[in-house]
């Protein structure tokens, strides 16, 4: 019954499949604490306000944050050759996104310890930058990904980065951050307009249903910079070996602008991916409108869920496409721990998972409702 578990090749997709798992869950989660952080000066301009809002994400930024830590141990395990490029390849952009992370639990937890306005009011600017600079990082670092990433391999397998932080911070990167940050900003607004009352919950619909269209344009966009070959697009032209070794210097790579499109192109029925990640943007905007707030979040979580997705499905089975030397580029089937790790990990996942899912669900339970001022004030724990 459970033969596959020992097929290199079918662990290797499976693990393809929960590094996109990992990483869409951390986008659906703590995606709306970091959507919140940058929204926080435009949705709440009292302390009042202010507090609102923070204690809205307060109780569960800390438990939507492990998805974060889950996806970076997983790429370490799973694919350790893609952790090392992209960690030390990216290495000042992952710093200022580390920096900016650890600016929310220091805000979360002194920024209410002094009545201080000025003491507030720094805090509050470490908690927006805290939710405005990954907010674009990541984003930037997938467009970085879809062009290409300026790596090589020496004959020994070490890797060579040869890129810098400007580098990075092109226009077509800066596009692709664009979309994360407003896709974020939905996904905050949408949990702030479910979970906030009165005039933070109403100015959050405002920002959210602007949010949300350009999320939909802006994704729309990025679909023709890749029809144009803007973005990139790299396809494997030798065999794929599946259940060979890991090595990334047996096989040939070719830049193709259509690569991005060809796995749609082979099977049309993942059209409806991105679809439905613009769908869920539009459907957002409408809700907010209407101030449905539970279908609003439901949108926004689909069209964050779907638009991570289409990023996975189009560069499949290329993990990290490299723009000096593409034969060298990583994929799915060649830069994988071995077999026996990969086993190894996916009988822990399949244990602990779901005691994962279980106990998230159950502290969404506990914290439901409103977060309003006076349950605020009422409150000994509330930040």
Not at 45 to 61: F, K, L, Q, S, Y
Not at 187 to 196: I, S, V
Not at 265 to 277: D, E, N, S, T
Not at 364 to 378: C, N, P, Q
Request: contains cysteine.
């Amino acid at each position: 019954m459970f033969d596959f578990l020992f097929d290199y090749a079918v662990l290797r997709v499976i693990w393809w499949l929960l590094l996109g798992v990992l990483l869409a869950g951390f986008a659906m989660t703590d995606g709306f604490d970091l959507g919140v952080g940058a929204l926080l000066p435009f949705v709440a301009r009292t302390d009042a306000e202010r507090r609102v809002a923070i204690n809205t994400v307060g109780p569960v930024w800390e438990g939507n944050q492990v998805w974060f830590i889950l996806g970076g141990g997983a790429i370490f395990a799973a694919w350790p050759a893609l952790y090392a490029l992209s960690f030390s390849g990216f290495y000042l952009a992952m710093f200022l996104v580390l920096l900016a992370l650890i600016l929310r639990p220091v805000g979360f937890k002194y920024r209410s310890k002094k009545a201080d306005p000025a003491w507030r009011q720094g805090w509050d600017i470490a908690l927006f930058i805290g939710g405005l600079v990954p907010s674009l990082i990541f984003g930037v670092a997938i467009g970085n990904a879809l062009q290409g990433v300026p790596f090589h391999f020496t004959s020994d397998l070490r890797p060579i980065y040869e890129g810098n932080l400007f580098g990075l911070l092109n226009p077509l990167a800066l596009y692709c951050g664009l979309v994360s940050l407003f896709m974020l900003a939905m996904h905050g607004a949408a949990w702030l307009a479910f979970k906030a009352d009165g005039i933070v919950a109403t100015r959050s619909a405002r920002l959210g249903a602007v949010a949300a269209t350009l999320t939909a344009l802006l994704f729309l966009g990025g679909g023709f910079l890749v029809r144009l070959g803007l973005l990139g697009g790299y396809r494997v032209t030798s065999p794929i070996a599946w259940a060979d070794p890991s090595n990334p210097l047996y096989k040939a790579v070719a830049l193709d602008p259509a690569a991005w499109h060809a796995n749609f192109a082979a099977v049309p029925l993942l059209w409806l991916i991105p679809a439905l990640g613009i769908a869920g943007a539009l459907a957002a905007a409408l809700g907010f409108t209407a101030r449905r707030a539970g279908l609003t979040l439901l949108a926004s979580l689909l069209s964050v869920g779907m638009i991570v997705a289409t990023v996975g499905i189009s560069m499949f089975p290329i993990l990290l496409p490299s723009s000096t030397n593409p034969d060298h580029s990583l994929t799915v089937f060649d830069a994988s721990s071995s077999l026996s790790t990969l086993r190894t990990m996916l009988f822990a996942t399949l244990v602990f998972m779901p005691l994962v899912l279980a106990y998230t669900a159950w502290v969404y339970h506990v914290l439901w409702g409103k977060v309003t001022v006076e349950s605020i004030d009422a409150g000994t724990t509330s930040y």
